[in-house]
């Protein structure tokens, strides 16, 4: 993006600043020409261990630190000025909305920096779809923010998470990632935030976007991009979660023969300011839950129906008369980025004519 020398002068510059701000501003060892990026670890099983090399399931997430994942693919060097941080160390099905908001408030700082060309996130799989969607919505800036994780742990034969980190540093270096929106880099495959998905409990290829497709992939160390998404994202969304301390508390029930209404009452007894409804088919609502929705409704919460099907349009006013209702349709969200989706419109309004256009505008 920037000349080496003038890249230079702004990476020295930057990080005197940064540091007589106090700033945690690891200056990169600078290679000039090559972008700098920064990896921030999170966990999962990318820096998970195993108790042989054969242990592919039953191991432990989240053991290996940063600079570890950094050393173990000396590569990395040939692509990008990689400097590393250690944000959490977890796994991911331990991911909070405190988790998210630190992790964004950092991304931004940042992605601020000029001496900041790129970032990645390793992060572990089972909820990397969701902090993927989230920073999608509250990034600031239109840099490469690229999150990557393992199917393996690092201890296995043919662990993936080597493979991963390297595409993945190398697409947050290239210029071809710019203003795409997050990515997600796994399988040699560049997802998009909002539509990727993990879609087998254990296999290489289990993050895909079964029908709306993947952004490009990544061959012989280069990006291949061939379709972005249409949806807004980063710098052209609205949100903004720089002051904000907490998210509001949005629950996800779940359809299935024979559901009651239990789930809803108590989501809406402890508080749910939002409720998806991960309905069955194109987000039909049982007849014994509809009362305790419209109860919701009432007290208050927002109603989003959304589908547990997985792809498809979820049609407003279809299975259900969500003009009459008051109940929000979830487009093609898929429940658990619906729910991320609805937390940040409730940081800005609680009018469902102005939350129905941000599902059909994010
Ligand atoms: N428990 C899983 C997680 O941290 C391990 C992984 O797949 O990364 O998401």
Redesign the pocket.
């Known amino acids: 993006m920037f000349r080496p020398k003038r890249r230079l002068m702004l990476a020295a510059g930057a990080a005197l600043f940064l540091a007589s701000a106090g700033v945690n501003a690891q200056a990169p060892a600078v290679a000039p020409g090559l972008a700098n990026v920064v990896i921030l670890a999170t966990?999962?099983?990318?820096a998970?261990t195993g108790a042989s090399s054969t242990t592919t399931v039953g191991y432990t997430?989240?053991t290996v630190g940063v600079q570890s994942l950094i050393k173990a693919v000396p590569e990395l060097a040939k692509v990008a000025n990689v400097t590393g941080e250690q944000v959490f160390q977890?796994?991911?099905?331990?991911?909070s909305n405190e988790h998210w908001l630190t992790l964004a408030k950092r991304v931004n700082v940042l992605l601020a920096q000029p001496n900041v060309d790129g970032i990645v996130i390793t992060?572990?799989?089972?909820?990397?779809e969701e902090t993927a969607y989230f920073l999608d919505l509250v990034v600031k800036s239109r840099k490469p923010v690229v999150l990557v994780?393992?199917?393996r742990p690092s201890t296995a034969l043919s662990a993936d998470g080597p493979i991963n980190l390297y595409n993945s540093v190398l697409l947050a270096a290239s210029p071809e990632a710019v203003g795409k929106g997050v990515l997600v880099a796994m399988n040699d495959q560049i997802q998009a935030a909002r539509e990727v998905t993990k879609t087998n409990t254990s296999t290489l290829d289990s993050f895909r976007t079964p029908e709306l497709g993947m952004l490009g992939y990544i061959q012989g160390s280069k990006p291949f991009f061939y379709r972005q998404s249409t949806r807004k994202h980063t710098v052209d969304t609205e949100f903004d979660i720089s002051s904000v301390i907490s998210l509001p508390m949005v629950e996800i029930v779940y359809g299935y023969a024979n559901v009651g209404p239990v789930a809803v009452d108590a989501f809406v007894a402890a508080g749910a300011k939002g409720i998806i409804h991960a309905g069955v088919g194109d987000g039909s609502l049982a007849a014994k839950v509809v009362p305790a929705l419209k109860a919701a409704r009432q007290k208050g919460a927002i109603v989003v129906r959304a589908s547990r099907v997985g792809q498809g349009i979820l049609a407003r006013n279809g299975e259900a008369n969500d003009d009459e209702l008051d109940f929000v349709a979830a487009d093609t969200l898929n429940p658990q980025k619906a729910r991320i989706l609805l937390m940040l419109a409730l940081t800005k309004t609680s009018s469902t004519r102005e939350i129905q256009r941000m599902f059909y505008t994010y």
């Open positions: 966990g999962g099983t990318i998970g997430a989240a977890i796994a991911s099905e331990n991911m992060h572990g799989t089972d909820t990397l994780g393992a199917m």
